[in-house]
């Protein structure tokens, strides 16, 4: 499984250019073998965390209210990337109808494209391992994805900025795309704020995402009433 993957990986199996960088330090500076393990896995965690595929940065016409009637819009911006879609190593959620699964990142409070290239473990391990299909979505009123412009921060356009609506955002994007997507099972990824969005998306929309890895995501200080 990943875990043990991830031990295995760790305890020795690193690219031999890296542990040549841990080999060449000085002694000094290695210290006891606890320093040399950390050193270890935090060489592991940069190999899986900085992405190295590219994407393709899309738009949609998101709903501003998701109410009946209302009628106003906004464009969001997500990042796709389709380049192990049906070709991974150790495939999973494959079928005849199906590819591969959906790597979904939630995107929380930043611009998205400052997210992929710290999301290598989703676009750099687990697509071409599983065969995946990647996307990440920007949170509105983050990045790009700004519904009122320049203005979208003055207090009288922030009752829009809910993270109920963010959930209800990203599951109408997945619902628009699943066309393109064949119908294949999509799996939330988030961190921090992003790892609140994955729990809360999985519970809220279970219909639309069948799992979520959820990584540092407070949940216990969020009151339901302010979604």
């Not at 940065?57 to 911006?77: I, K, M, N, P, V």
Request: charged share 15%; glycine share 10%.
């Amino acid at each position: 499984d990943e875990l043990s993957e991830t031990l295995r990986f760790c305890h020795g199996e690193l690219p031999q250019a890296s542990q040549a960088k841990i080999s060449e330090q000085p002694s000094s500076l290695l210290g006891s073998g606890s320093m040399i393990v950390t050193m270890r896995l935090l060489v592991a965690s940069w190999t899986w965390a900085v992405a190295l595929v590219t994407y393709e940065t899309r738009w949609f016409t998101q709903s501003l209210a998701h109410a009946a009637g209302d009628e106003r819009t906004y464009d969001q911006r997500y990042l796709v990337n389709s380049t192990f879609w049906g070709k991974g190593a150790s495939p999973v959620f494959a079928s005849s109808t199906c590819p591969g699964p959906v790597l979904f990142y939630s995107g929380n409070e930043g611009p998205i494209d400052a997210f992929w290239p710290g999301n290598g473990f989703m676009t750099d391990h687990l697509a071409p391992k599983w065969g995946a299909y990647v996307i990440m979505a920007e949170a509105r009123y983050y990045g790009a994805s700004l519904p009122f412009g320049n203005g979208s921060w003055a207090p009288e356009n922030l009752a829009w900025l809910t993270t109920e609506l963010i959930l209800a955002d990203y599951a109408a994007l997945l619902t628009a795309l699943q066309s393109e997507l064949r119908g294949c099972p999509v799996v939330s990824f988030g961190g921090s704020y992003g790892g609140t969005l994955t729990t809360f998306f999985r519970l809220t929309y279970p219909d639309v995402v069948v799992g979520g890895l959820a990584a540092s995501a407070p949940i216990g200080y969020y009151d339901k009433a302010h979604w």
